[in-house]
């Protein structure tokens, strides 16, 4: 099966009316936890896990290679399956419900075409969606 994106405006139709199958990736490193400062709408400028939507057809797997790929420009290693996150505060378009893998990179992480600036956080930044936040707290004690 060929997999490829929805356009937009049919994108934002289905999943205002149904939940949407994500993945996020967290990289953990003794600099911290990565994190991606999105570039588009939503959330333009907010800190955030790189993730994205499961398409039709993909395996988590390949949805997790493809994120990394394209947000990250690197291949990872999956290293853990940690849970779910969901996207309630309205973070995201619809309903997202994310799939969390802790991951290694193969190589240095740089930005993408949806968030070009990549960094490492000890210390959660201000602007960062209210899930991410919150996931850091619980999962990783980060303030």
């Not at 849970?83 to 309903?95: A, C, D, H």
């Not at 740089?110 to 919150?134: C, D, H, M, W």
């Amino acid at each position: 099966m060929k997999v490829e994106k929805l356009p937009f405006k049919e994108f934002k139709y289905i999943y205002s009316k149904v939940p949407r199958l994500c993945v996020d990736l967290i990289i953990k490193t003794k600099d911290g936890v990565l994190l991606t400062k999105r570039d588009i709408p939503p959330q333009k400028g907010w800190w955030h896990f790189p993730g994205g939507t499961v398409l039709m057809g993909e395996t988590l797997k390949d949805t997790v290679q493809r994120v990394a790929s394209e947000e990250l420009n690197t291949k990872v290693e999956i290293k853990k399956h940690l849970g779910f996150l969901e996207y309630t505060n309205g973070s995201g378009i619809g309903y997202p419900i994310s799939a969390v893998f802790l991951v290694k990179p193969h190589n240095k992480t740089v930005g993408g075409e949806q968030a070009k600036e990549v960094n490492y956080f000890k210390i959660i930044p201000e602007k960062t969606l209210s899930e991410v936040k919150r996931y850091l707290k619980e999962n990783f004690k980060l303030t």
